[in-house]
């Protein structure tokens, strides 16, 4: 029988969002590949739980309260609570605009798993297992849910600063954290003096087909709706990581007169990381242009890495924190329709909305640091990191059938 909730609903928007939410989904598993594939054979299992430990973790800590804290009623403006969000306890009959409200957090569940998952690449090849999975229990609750809320939720920059789909409150906070995670826990213990030699780029490139796959969920999906800028989004994400992908083979070729497979993966990302916050502001040219500009900024913070010397391990911070700040703030430039606050008051917004990310991620992440490692330690010893993660932390290995007296 019919229940008064269907008649609000709409089918096709329905249908939709239950295809955008396993493309998020798929996303993550794309991310293990990808993170697996560019870290060296000891280390290619461990690299992965952190990514399907995220989805564990998250997948069970949304529900119970990250979505009551994301999108409940507004506490000053900074984080969310409604009781009836708690274990999802009053929603079982409740739509979210035409779909069920379900849908909506398990949309949202996705985001949430995938943010602290990519942080994990900043470090990787140097934690404990144990101390990974408290960080991000605490990160999740601490720092994603209240930026996801400030942001999108109802609080105090909902309405100002423009985040489509999440450069902000995922992209720049990741990035941000990574790079403060990279320096607060040290380079690896042969960093700069034994070339680290991924270990299986077939691997690598498959994983980042998911990701470019599975991101027009991620940006046409965050309309909530199956309309014209569903369409729009869908196409601008296609058109921005196209164009970050050429744009870094030609950077790389006329800097190293060389096209590798790993920069075109970087390309791809660097071009879907600049669209996000933009994919359902900006016309075809904007999109081309954020995707070329994300794909040369970031190309230029991975060189200025090596100078710089700091150990982030697989360049969260120089993709995903530079190239979300480079269509964060460049989306102004590039809108459909001009905003109430204007173009420089729209370039403020935005800039608040990358500052409030970037401190919030930073600060936050630099004491949830301090905390884990007291608590449960959280940089591998030296010998257990020499051994590699997969055998240290886990007793297995990824390629090979070792017994286990070998092990």
């Not at 996000?276 to 502001?281: E, H, Q, V, Y």
């Amino acid at each position: 029988m019919a229940t008064p909730l269907d008649a609000q609903l709409d089918t096709g928007t329905t249908a939709w969002m239950l295809t955008s939410t396993t493309l998020v989904l798929l996303m993550i598993p794309g991310l293990a590949l990808f993170y697996g594939g560019l870290v060296r054979p000891k280390n290619v299992l461990g690299t992965m739980m952190h990514s399907f430990a995220a989805m564990a973790i998250i997948g069970v800590l949304w529900p119970v309260c990250g979505y009551a804290l994301a999108f409940g009623e507004s506490l000053g403006g900074v984080v969310g609570w409604s009781a009836d969000k708690v274990m999802l306890s009053g929603i079982d009959d409740r739509a979210f605009g035409k779909i069920p409200e379900y849908v909506y957090c398990m949309f949202q569940g996705k985001f949430a798993i995938i943010t602290p998952a990519l942080i994990a690449g900043a470090f990787a090849e140097r934690v404990r297992f144990g101390g990974y999975c408290l960080l991000i229990t605490l990160w999740s609750l601490l720092i994603y849910s209240p930026l996801a809320h400030i942001i999108w939720g109802g609080g105090f920059l909902t309405g100002h600063a423009i985040d489509f789909a999440g450069g902000t409150v995922i992209h720049v906070s990741a990035g941000v954290a990574g790079l403060v995670s990279a320096l607060y826990l040290g380079a690896r213990a042969d960093f700069g003096r034994v070339r680290a030699v991924p270990n299986n780029l077939v691997m690598m490139l498959t994983g980042a087909g998911l990701l470019w796959v599975g991101w027009f969920g991620f940006n046409a999906g965050s309309s909530v709706e199956s309309s014209l800028k569903t369409g729009q989004a869908l196409a601008m994400t296609q058109l921005s990581a196209s164009a970050g992908a050429l744009t870094w083979l030609l950077v790389e070729s006329l800097a190293h007169r060389r096209a590798t497979s790993v920069g075109l993966a970087s390309g791809i990302l660097a071009g879907l990381v600049a669209i996000t916050p933009a994919a359902g502001d900006v016309r075809p040219a904007g999109a081309l242009a954020l995707g070329a500009l994300g794909a040369v900024v970031s190309f230029g913070a991975l060189r200025l890495k090596g100078r710089l010397g700091y150990d982030d391990t697989l360049d969260v911070f120089g993709i995903h924190g530079v190239a979300g700040v480079v269509g964060a703030l460049g989306l102004t430039f590039f809108l459909r329709a001009p905003t109430a606050a204007g173009l420089w008051g729209q370039l403020w917004n935005q800039a608040v909305g990358v500052g409030v990310a970037a401190l919030w991620g930073g600060l936050g992440t630099l004491s949830l640091l301090w905390l884990t490692e007291r608590l449960v330690g959280l940089r591998l010893p030296a010998a257990e990191e020499a051994r590699g993660m997969d055998l240290s932390l886990h007793g297995e290995v990824g390629y090979g059938l070792a017994r286990p007296e070998e092990m």
